[in-house]
């Protein structure tokens, strides 16, 4: 699968801009990059929706384990990939049909953070269980929802274009090809949110997510680590520094 959105749409981060401008490499621009897609899948469907956004999927070469899927309802586009253990229990709790799947109850648990706030995004993404990765566009706010469960089972990568677009895709060489060392692996159980204003954790969304510049014979220029720390560590650290200090 593959999701490309310009500036309009979602800031570049600016890790993987650095990390582009310290290993300057090749790129290629979103528009070459989504021909690419096409071409190299002769199966493959593209959407578009306005100049800003573009979304492709194929079932070529896709595992059994972790299908791919698209749907779009009420001006919300999704993207989805692999399987949710828990997706019969969900069907309950958001009043959905048995013949409900996977991107569809992600478009509606999408709409219920949106409609039915205060749910915060990482309480309704962290009832997902199961091996998954998605993007969300909602058309009539702009916003764009992308996240990967929580052991990065299913792959998903990032990376800016020649254009200054970013992209995700399921396939990091196809991404290699267009983003040079603007790319990492998208950080698995986090989530990024135009709404909220960048990338979380689901279990702890107020920690940090630094980005650690990688080696240069690696083919992904950073990666995204967040930094866990909980109140059991928080006081685990404590009774060690008071002991050092005692």
């Known amino acids: 699968m593959l999701g490309i959105f310009s500036s309009a749409i979602v800031s570049p981060p600016e890790e993987l801009v650095a990390a582009g401008c310290r290993t300057p490499s090749p790129k290629i621009s979103s528009t070459a990059l989504l021909n690419r897609f096409l071409q190299t899948n002769s199966s493959a469907v593209s959407i578009q929706s306005g100049d800003y956004v573009h979304l492709a999927y194929t079932h070529h070469n896709e595992s059994p384990l972790h299908p791919r899927s698209f749907a779009v309802k009420d001006e919300i586009f999704c993207l989805f990939e692999?399987?949710?253990?828990?997706?019969?229990?969900?069907?309950?709790?958001?009043?959905?049909?048995k013949s409900a799947n996977e991107v569809i109850l992600v478009i509606e648990a999408y709409k219920a953070l949106r409609d039915r706030a205060p749910y915060p995004p990482n309480h309704v993404v962290g009832h997902l269980s199961g091996s998954f990765a998605f993007i969300v566009f909602d058309k009539s706010t702009s916003n764009l929802f992308v996240a990967s469960d929580q052991f990065g089972k299913v792959p998903l990568y990032?990376?800016?274009?020649?254009?200054?677009?970013?992209?995700?895709?399921?396939?990091?060489?196809?991404?290699?090809?267009a983003c040079g060392k603007s790319l990492a692996s998208f950080p698995q159980g986090c989530f990024f949110s135009t709404a909220v204003g960048g990338l979380?954790?689901?279990?702890?969304?107020?920690?940090?997510?630094?980005?650690?510049?990688?080696?240069?014979?690696?083919?992904?220029?950073?990666?995204?680590?967040?930094?866990?720390?909980?109140?059991?560590?928080?006081?685990?650290?404590m009774d060690s520094i008071l002991q050092c200090k005692g």
């Open 82 to 97: 692999g399987a949710l253990d828990n997706l019969g229990s969900l069907r309950q709790q958001y009043g959905l049909a």
């Open 158 to 177: 990032w990376g800016i274009t020649a254009d200054g677009y970013v992209a995700f895709a399921d396939n990091a060489d196809l991404l290699k090809g």
């Open 200 to 237: 979380r954790n689901f279990e702890y969304p107020k920690n940090k997510i630094t980005a650690v510049p990688a080696k240069e014979e690696e083919v992904c220029g950073a990666t995204f680590k967040a930094q866990i720390f909980t109140p059991e560590l928080s006081s685990l650290m």
